[in-house]
């Protein structure tokens, strides 16, 4: 296998307190070398020059559609487009057709992924059978066979016995759940965020409760029966929550998701569909908790929650509409030119909240530029400034609120495994 030098590029790399210009060597797959000045004459060489390199991002709550909705998503395409957004890693939700929910399913994902994967595709495993929340599933197996966590996204797990059972048995594999913290009788079939403004639109709302209880149970069942992650955190009630939770010890993690964090209710504006999500938009109030526990620590991870849909899912009446916003590709410089370059964070903590966080919590041997650690790399250009243009995305899906919004920070070269999968220049290819 080849060898790659990178020569003058800014590393960043949180787990190892690392912020200076450095050069990096990689062979075989793997961080060979890491010092200020590395020769290689034989090495394929690339000058980094005014270009920051941090540990490859990973995205753990990912839809690829595939099996079943492959008119949305494929594991090809859905790994493309996180190659070019510069994630090295992304775990796929159970919830295809039919779902991730025995040992069959996950080998076959692994399969598809490794012939058609352009970056590491993880299967996450379902629950309980048919995300039904009735039967729990062949947990240990399921991980035996490839499954990094646990999930019935898509759906919440209505019954606290059947999630106390779940966590008993990803507890004895040391796994994790990850949780959609919603209560469906306070949904009540609402399409966005209940407050003055869903009456104004004439649409049916759903209550800030509707998670908040959901998050306020999965707390007690934590501290009683184990670890949860619960995923696209959306209310300050329920950040308020998880904040005196995590002071008290409960084994709880949590992620929220970039819409949640630049857009609110608003959005929805003149009914447009792809400002509807699951959870929905919320307030400034809550935008702004959001922001603060970012920088608090109250929030793990910054996950996409991809979810492409085709276009006609989403060209039809609010209602009816499907929920979700095709992520992968913005989420990098949507973040880093809406919280690093104003300062609201520091580019640490976003590669903390996008790499580092989610391979401590998932035990992934990743999240980090040591040497001796697998070569997966995101190199970002803080000075490439473009629009986003969902004509141009790799994903099926072009369901974004984000569509023409001016952006920095983009990734401008993604590595996995040694090999380099996507370049600012040429897009994504894959190296002979
Ligand atoms: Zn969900
Ligand atoms: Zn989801």
Known sequence: MSTLLLKNGTVVDPAQGLHKKLDLLIA????????????????ETHDLQDKIVTPGLIDMHVHLREPGQEEKETI??????AAAGGFTSIACMANTDPPADDVSLIKHIQEVARRHGIVNVLPIGACTIGLRGEFITQIG??????????SDDGQP????????KVLEYTGMFNSVVISHCEDKALTNGGSMNESALSTKLGLPGIPSASEAT?????????????RIHLAHISTKESLDLIRQAKKLGAPITCETAPHYLLLTEEAVGDYNTNAKMSPPLRQEADRLALIEALRDGTIDIIATDHAPHTLDDKRVEFNLAACGVSGLETALPLLYTHFVQTGQITLERLIELMSVNPARIFALDKGTLKPGAAADLTVIDPRLTKKVDKTKFYSKGKNTPFDGWELSGWAAMTIVGGQIKYTAEKGVWLKA
């Open 76 to 81: 090809k395409t859905g790994s493309k487009a």
């Open 28 to 43: 075989d797959g793997k961080i060979t070398g890491l010092k200020e000045k590395i020769s290689a004459p034989d090495a």
């Open 141 to 150: 197996e399921m991980q035996r066979f490839g499954a990094v966590a646990f």
């Open 214 to 226: 959901m998050v306020a149970r999965d707390i007690e069942i934590a501290k009683n029966f184990g």
């Open 157 to 164: 797990i209505g019954n606290a016995q059947v999630l106390r």
